[in-house]
């Protein structure tokens, strides 16, 4: 029985991550996008960063309402649903007529796409006990970073092939409308669904939260003050990630990327380091640093300062070391979610995860909306692209110092 339980839990876990795989190329190609639709629609950079705005605040506000359902409604049907509608919205950018019509389809694509990350968190914190949380999600945050690499590596090859920009909204999505039906075919929402018990059964029983309805699991999460902090803290490092996620292709590619190919290659490290990060903290936070989620981000997110400020002062034209300095960017802005992912239920219990995660990814992406058009009016006043990494190192240490608040006492209760 327990090897047969084993075997499902990782088979849960990895159905999780494979369709968590492909959902960025539903998003984070917008990136690779913006030269050519700010060309084909005579617009400024800055106008461009307002779009990207509109897609991070429709996820921020699903985040918000999907985080709190994924408590309440199955995770194995919300996952597939919100990849379906996102392929959906994607298409229909590739044949919009106007910037309107971009930026309208473009924000309700934020909102389909916020449908299954706090649902897949919810699966993956009932599917696995208290002692090995960190290192699940540390592999389900990983595949967040691999979808990085996936959609980068298209990105790449569609604009290799002199393919037009809106052809990146409609090739590879297609992948995910493969990974969202399997999912939804073989994916158990908990452990009993297929007569096992669940690891934290005892745990999330004595806790009472089961009775609890949507508006008390929104009351329970805000009221926790600590657990606020840590938002905060994750809010300037999804502002950070995103800086970098969407204005690296930019800042690489510059005016004609065909002039220095292997440029796009250079872009391509950052979402590798992003999925080494991921699951390397997610380790190291049970390991060597005791299950001290704290510690592990603070120090995340300092050596991401560090990146960035190295990357800012590098010269342009230093193709190896311009390369090895998008590998630790990515590896250090992106491996902490590992372990403020892991927190939502050390905080909060099992029973709130997904509220949890709901609500710490609404304020990531508010964060990480406001930031957009704020890095893009800094291209466009200075007129050089490299003083993103300059701000990105200072929101860096903002997000060190927000962390560095929470105490270790926070969070002990629920994972001891």
């Known amino acids: 029985m327990v090897n047969a339980f084993r075997r499902q839990q990782w088979k849960m876990l990895l159905l999780t991550m494979v369709c968590y795989l492909f959902f960025y190329t539903g998003r984070h190609n917008f990136g690779w996008a913006a030269h050519g639709m700010a060309a084909d629609f005579n617009v400024p950079f800055a106008t461009i960063g307002w779009i990207s705005f509109a897609m991070l ?17 199955s995770a194995r049907i919300m996952m597939p649903l ?13 044949f919009a007529p106007s910037l309107r019509w971009v930026m309208v389809l473009w924000a309700l694509n934020g909102f389909f796409q916020s449908m299954a990350w706090a649902p897949g968190g919810k699966i993956i914190s009932n599917w696995w006990g208290k002692e090995e949380k960190g290192k699940a999600f540390g592999f389900y945050t990983m595949a967040a ?3 990085s690499v996936v959609t980068y590596l298209f990105s790449i090859l ?24 399997l999912f939804l075919i073989f994916a158990k929402d908990k452990p009993s669904d297929l007569g096992f018990e669940n690891p934290d059964e005892d745990h999330t029983l004595k806790d009472g939260q089961h009775n609890e309805n949507w ?18 803290a994750f809010g300037f490092e999804s502002m950070a990630r995103y800086g970098f996620i969407f204005w690296v292709p930019v800042h690489y590619l510059g005016s004609n990327w065909k002039d220095n190919p292997h440029n ?15 699951v390397s903290f997610g380790n190291l936070s049970d390991t060597l640093f005791g299950r001290n989620r704290v510690a592990s981000i603070r120090f995340g997110m300092l050596s991401s300062a560090l990146v960035a400020l190295v990357i800012f002062i590098t010269p342009a034209g230093n193709t190896a070391l311009q390369a090895m300095f998008m590998l630790l960017a990515g590896f250090f802005v992106y491996g902490p979610q590992a372990n403020f992912w892991t927190l ?8 709130r995860t997904g509220t949890g995660i709901g609500l710490m990814n609404m304020s990531g992406y508010v964060f990480a909306a406001l930031g957009e058009p704020m890095l893009g009016r800094v291209i466009d006043i200075t007129g050089n692209s490299s003083h993103i990494f300059l701000i990105i190192a200072l929101i860096c240490l903002l997000s060190a110092g927000a962390i560095s608040t929470v105490g270790k006492v926070a969070y002990i209760a629920y994972r001891s």
């Open 57 to 73: 605040i429709g996820y921020a506000v699903g985040q918000f309402v999907n985080g709190n359902l994924a408590d309440r409604f």
């Open 82 to 94: 919100g990849a379906y509608l996102s392929i959906g919205a994607n298409v229909a950018i590739s």
């Open 145 to 147: 970073g691999l979808s």
């Open 158 to 181: 569609i604009l290799k092939e002199n393919m037009e920009w809106r052809m990146l909204f409609r090739l590879p999505v297609l992948l995910l409308l493969v990974t969202s039906t």
């Open 215 to 232: 508006l008390q699991r929104y009351k329970e999460v805000m009221g926790n003050t600590s657990f606020l902090r840590v938002t905060l």
């Open 264 to 278: 796009l290659w250079v872009t391509f490290l950052l979402p590798v380091g992003m999925a080494a990060g991921a």
């Open 344 to 351: 939502c239920p050390e905080m909060l219990g099992n029973q």
